[in-house]
């Protein structure tokens, strides 16, 4: 019987955070949460980071599947 980490993704086109190109903004925003004891506050600069690289993420993401768009 296979285990549990064989079987594909329920949603396998869904990217996962560990192919993201922000995976280091990620993982930095973590290890801030642990450094400072999950005081969200001390890590706010760690946050901003993360979510404009996921908001240029994401405009990159859009602008290909606009190109790629058979209908426009």
């Known amino acids: 019987m296979a285990s549990p980490r064989a079987q594909p993704p329920p949603y396998p086109s869904a990217a996962r955070i560990a192919d993201s190109s922000c995976y280091a903004q ?14 969200k506050s001390k890590c706010q600069e760690h946050f901003d980071i993360y979510k404009e ?6 405009e990159a993401r859009l602008e290909r599947n606009r190109n790629r768009s058979l209908f426009s």
């Open 26 to 39: 990620y993982t930095a925003s973590l290890k801030c949460l642990e450094e400072f004891n999950s005081d």
């Open 53 to 58: 690289c996921k908001k240029k993420e994401r």
